[in-house]
């Protein structure tokens, strides 16, 4: 704007504030005379609101979206294209993953946990439209471990403040026994060992249903126990050919890995059947025991739910002699069957057990005094040989000490002489 | 598209199949479908509910509102008097009431203490651990403590502090350098503030000008027996708001109640641990609050 100065050259008052790049200049508007410059240069001082301020400090990384994150929403739309999720499972997925990616724990979090985070979205996601997806199966896709997994996933939970629905056990008993590699004839398992999809799918949900009734679900892994209900199911259709194989060989020919806890569900299951099978008229004449029962599953599996409220009994309110609860629960269940019968054992069915988790039914390991009751006031006068006992005396010091230093002696010195 | 992860890999720690496509219902209904079709309806009703909720106005509405719907229902017991729940932005606290907020999603149990719907369980919480601090008042030198006290293991390289241990009470201390001390593994208040006492002295008599100053118990942990097996997939069912039930991860279900502060550890056989607690009478709040609750999954059918 023009000043109170004049163009040097041609005398016009018309000057401009004209700034050439980061110089200023006052210039003359007619002949472009370059009146005056500024300084080309500043000093530290001057640049106080120029200063550069790192891009965690900067509002940018809320302005756009970071490479991180970028990658990390990238890998779960691969995720869920693995997973062969229907389309709208990636849209509601990405948008969990842009929410956590909001909160500054989750966006400082190492490359490990983004990592991880992408699953637990993505597991988010399928839970909330009942699609039967295990924690296990998204570790191994993403090679994490289910420590580092369970971390996040509770984290990410709690900081979105979601709800998000249990696993459902039909439809993951359905995908899992689908997977099995049975129902189609192979060089490498014989005939005999091949069974039809919907009859095993239907007997192993019944199973299944059976295990939640009487308590082996509950506080479980839920895949050992759908492993354990399968292979029973399997064997039943077909006991006279089946009875010989072994849980871990069917696991083989199924092409299915073998839980750790699956046998001790099959045992648990197995004590279940027999229970049911003392209740039925037929079965108790023929004493069977863990590999003839299977046999007969299909009968228990029709009376299933009749067996049960006969085979079993709730707690205390139970309608059966008293003289019965008396035993305890601590003691094992076989002398409850056995106790004051006046009967002989073939001729009156067992009585009923207690319906109870497996963890209820084993003795205590050890039994826990109650604590004395403390008349601590924590205020007591503390005398001094109790706190003595507690100090080195002057020889001791010098001991240790010593000892220290031959010790620092003998690591510094490698080779001794 | 294929990604670049590899597809097959050795091991499936419980992985279910890559591929996993939900069938369709067959038209045998079994019971886990009928629970699944009821979670869906208790979905849909507490939706009803929360609606239902947002136009509750005064507090002495609600309770009269809770108390005639208090007969509890076959699967689902009464609920504690329980801060609204997180996923409510909608209803904000009312202004002038007193300091309970009702629960607008579940029926809620009466204020006052003595009402014939919930009798006391008869079974006390046992203290099993008490966690305290206390500051010392002067500068340490562990080295020293270390060297002197027979007690005493002090490893610089794995955590910085001296770790001491008295046999009456039964006690853990981690003693800092700048005088502060975290006593541990106590069964009572009292008991934690003598053994703290007693490490203070260690301390004096080592050489230091040791106080003791800010005493503050920081956490109690308590735990019991209800002596009945719990039903945990029903109780995460009703509870969503507060429970978190994952098999796979832990046995046991997390609640944790908003009134008192507490984390309830729940198992199947019945035991309940109780932990976050500043003072005792927390602890024996939150088991009344839980046991009407725990005894509505006490039935199987």
Same mark, same amino acid.
């Given at each position: 704007?023009?000043?109170?100065? *004049?163009?040097? @050259?041609?005398?016009?008052?018309?000057?401009?504030?004209? #700034?050439?790049?980061?110089?200023?200049?006052?210039?003359?508007?007619?002949?472009?005379?370059?009146?005056?410059e500024?300084?080309?240069?500043?000093?530290?001082?001057?640049?106080v609101?120029?200063?550069?301020?790192?891009?965690?400090?900067?509002?940018?990384?809320?302005?756009q979206?970071?490479?991180?994150?970028?990658?990390?929403?990238?890998?779960?739309?691969?995720?869920?294209?693995?997973?062969? +999720?229907?389309?709208?499972?990636?849209?509601?997925?990405?948008?969990?993953?842009?929410?956590?990616?909001?909160?500054p724990?989750?966006?400082?979090?190492?490359?490990?946990?983004?990592?991880?985070?992408?699953?637990?979205?993505?597991?988010?996601?399928?839970?909330?439209?009942?699609?039967?997806?295990?924690?296990?199966?998204?570790?191994?896709?993403? &090679?994490?471990?289910?420590?580092?997994?369970s971390?996040? &996933?509770?984290?990410?939970?709690?900081?979105?403040?979601?709800?998000v629905?249990?696993?459902?056990?039909?439809?993951?008993?359905?995908?899992?026994?689908?997977?099995?590699?049975?129902?189609?004839?192979?060089?490498?398992?014989? #005939?005999?060992?091949?069974?039809?999809?919907?009859?095993?799918?239907?007997?192993?949900?019944?199973?299944?249903?059976?295990?939640?009734?009487?308590?082996?679900?509950? %506080?479980?892994?839920?895949?050992?126990?759908?492993?354990?209900?399968?292979?029973?199911?399997?064997?039943?259709?077909?006991?006279?050919?089946?009875?010989?194989?072994?849980?871990?060989?069917?696991?083989?020919?199924?092409?299915?890995?073998?839980?750790?806890?699956?046998?001790?569900?099959?045992?648990?299951?197995?004590?279940?059947?027999?229970?049911?099978?003392?209740?039925?008229?037929?079965?108790?004449?023929?004493?069977?025991?863990?590999?003839?029962?299977?046999?007969? !599953?299909?009968?228990?599996?029709?009376?299933?739910?009749?067996?049960?409220?006969k085979?079993?009994?709730?707690?205390?309110?139970?309608?059966?002699?008293?003289?019965?609860?008396?035993?305890?629960?601590?003691?094992?269940q076989e002398?409850?069957?056995?106790?004051?019968? @006046?009967?002989?054992?073939?001729?009156?069915?067992?009585?009923?057990?207690?319906?109870?988790?497996?963890?209820? =039914?084993?003795p205590?390991?050890?039994?826990?005094?109650?604590?004395?009751?403390?008349?601590?006031?924590?205020d007591?006068?503390?005398?001094?040989?109790? $706190?003595?006992?507690?100090?080195?005396?002057?020889?001791?010091?010098?001991?240790?000490q010593?000892?220290?230093?031959?010790?620092?002696?003998?690591?510094?010195?490698?080779?001794?002489? | 598209?294929t990604?670049?992860i590899?597809?097959f890999?050795p091991m499936?720690p419980?992985?279910t199949?890559?591929?996993?496509?939900?069938?369709?219902?067959?038209?045998?209904?079994? $019971?886990?479908?009928?629970q699944?079709?009821?979670?869906?309806?208790?979905?849909?009703?507490?939706?009803?509910?929360?609606?239902?909720?947002?136009?509750?106005?005064?507090?002495?509405? #609600?309770?009269?509102?809770?108390?005639?719907?208090?007969?509890?229902?076959?699967?689902?017991?009464?609920?504690?008097?329980?801060?609204?729940?997180?996923?409510?932005?909608?209803?904000?606290?009312?202004?002038?009431?007193?300091?309970? &907020?009702?629960?607008?999603?579940?029926?809620?149990?009466?204020?006052?203490?003595?009402?014939?719907?919930?009798?006391?369980?008869?079974?006390?919480?046992?203290?099993?651990?008490?966690?305290?601090?206390?500051?010392?008042g002067?500068? +340490?030198?562990?080295?020293?403590?270390?060297?002197?006290?027979?007690? #005493?293991?002090?490893?610089?390289?794995?955590?910085?502090?001296?770790?001491?241990?008295?046999?009456?009470?039964?006690?853990?201390?981690?003693?800092?350098?700048?005088?502060?001390?975290?006593?541990?593994?106590?069964?009572?208040?009292?008991?934690?503030?003598?053994?703290?006492?007693?490490?203070?002295?260690?301390?004096?008599?080592?050489?230091?000008?040791?106080?003791?100053?800010?005493?503050?118990?920081?956490?109690?942990?308590?735990?019991?027996?209800?002596?009945?097996?719990?039903?945990?997939?029903?109780?995460?069912?009703?509870?969503?708001?507060?429970?978190?039930?994952?098999?796979?991860?832990?046995?046991? =279900? !997390?609640?944790?109640? $908003?009134?008192? *502060?507490?984390?309830l550890?729940?198992?199947?056989?019945?035991?309940?641990?109780?932990? %976050?607690?500043?003072?005792?009478?927390?602890?024996?709040?939150?088991?009344e609050?839980?046991?009407? $609750? +725990?005894?509505?999954?006490?039935k199987?059918?």
């Amino acid at each position: 704007m023009p000043g109170g100065g *004049r163009c040097p @050259d041609c005398g016009s008052a018309e000057l401009v504030e004209d #700034a050439h790049y980061s110089q200023s200049q006052l210039v003359c508007s007619d002949c472009g005379c370059v009146v005056t410059e500024g300084v080309l240069t500043t000093t530290f001082s001057d640049e106080v609101n120029l200063r550069e301020v790192a891009y965690s400090r900067s509002t940018g990384e809320n302005e756009q979206v970071s490479r991180s994150q970028q990658r990390g929403l990238r890998r779960v739309r691969d995720l869920c294209r693995v997973l062969q +999720l229907p389309s709208t499972f990636e849209d509601t997925a990405v948008a969990y993953y842009q929410k956590a990616y909001q909160h500054p724990g989750i966006r400082a979090a190492r490359v490990q946990k983004k990592e991880v985070l992408v699953g637990c979205c993505v597991l988010i996601t399928c839970r909330q439209h009942n699609w039967p997806l295990t924690m296990g199966t998204i570790c191994t896709l993403l &090679y994490a471990d289910l420590d580092m997994f369970s971390g996040t &996933y509770m984290q990410i939970v709690k900081l979105l403040g979601l709800d998000v629905p249990s696993l459902c056990l039909a439809d993951l008993v359905k995908t899992y026994c689908s997977s099995f590699k049975l129902f189609q004839a192979s060089p490498s398992m014989p #005939a005999k060992f091949m069974e039809d999809k919907e009859k095993m799918l239907s007997r192993t949900l019944q199973l299944v249903e059976l295990a939640d009734e009487t308590w082996l679900v509950t %506080g479980r892994h839920p895949l050992p126990v759908i492993t354990a209900a399968a292979f029973l199911a399997w064997q039943s259709l077909q006991p006279s050919a089946r009875l010989t194989c072994s849980l871990a060989r069917f696991c083989k020919l199924a092409n299915v890995d073998l839980p750790y806890p699956a046998s001790s569900r099959l045992q648990e299951l197995l004590a279940v059947l027999l229970r049911m099978a003392e209740q039925l008229a037929w079965l108790q004449v023929l004493k069977l025991d863990k590999r003839s029962v299977v046999k007969h !599953i299909s009968d228990l599996l029709q009376h299933r739910h009749t067996l049960i409220r006969k085979a079993f009994r709730e707690g205390p309110s139970g309608v059966e002699a008293p003289a019965e609860e008396l035993w305890g629960r601590g003691q094992g269940q076989e002398e409850v069957g056995n106790g004051s019968s @006046d009967l002989p054992k073939g001729k009156r069915p067992a009585s009923p057990a207690l319906l109870l988790p497996p963890c209820m =039914l084993k003795p205590p390991k050890r039994v826990c005094p109650t604590p004395p009751a403390s008349t601590v006031t924590g205020d007591e006068d503390i005398s001094d040989s109790e $706190i003595e006992q507690y100090l080195r005396t002057p020889q001791e010091v010098r001991d240790f000490q010593r000892a220290q230093a031959a010790k620092r002696a003998a690591t510094s010195s490698p080779n001794p002489p | 598209m294929t990604p670049g992860i590899p597809i097959f890999s050795p091991m499936m720690p419980y992985g279910t199949g890559l591929t996993p496509q939900p069938i369709q219902n067959t038209n045998s209904l079994s $019971i886990l479908e009928e629970q699944q079709r009821q979670q869906q309806q208790q979905q849909q009703q507490q939706q009803q509910q929360q609606q239902q909720a947002a136009a509750v106005t005064t507090v002495t509405a #609600a309770v009269q509102q809770s108390t005639s719907q208090q007969a509890p229902q076959g699967a689902s017991g009464q609920t504690p008097q329980l801060f609204h729940s997180q996923t409510l932005t909608t209803t904000a606290p009312l202004p002038g009431t007193t300091p309970l &907020y009702p629960s607008p999603m579940t029926p809620m149990t009466p204020i006052t203490p003595a009402t014939p719907a919930s009798e006391s369980s008869g079974i006390v919480p046992q203290l099993q651990n008490i966690v305290s601090t206390v500051n010392l008042g002067c500068k +340490l030198d562990l080295k020293t403590i270390a060297l002197r006290a027979r007690n #005493a293991e002090y490893n610089p390289k794995r955590f910085a502090a001296v770790i001491m241990r008295i046999r009456e009470p039964r006690t853990t201390a981690l003693i800092f350098s700048s005088g502060k001390m975290v006593c541990t593994g106590a069964k009572s208040e009292e008991q934690s503030r003598l053994a703290a006492r007693k490490y203070a002295r260690v301390v004096q008599k080592l050489g230091f000008p040791a106080k003791f100053l800010d005493f503050k118990i920081q956490n109690m942990v308590g735990s019991c027996d209800v002596k009945f097996p719990i039903r945990l997939e029903g109780l995460v069912l009703t509870h969503q708001q507060f429970s978190s039930y994952e098999p796979e991860l832990f046995p046991g =279900l !997390i609640y944790r109640m $908003i009134k008192p *502060r507490i984390v309830l550890l729940i198992f199947v056989s019945g035991k309940v641990v109780l932990t %976050g607690a500043k003072v005792r009478a927390e602890i024996y709040e939150a088991f009344e609050n839980i046991y009407p $609750i +725990l005894k509505g999954f006490r039935k199987t059918t």
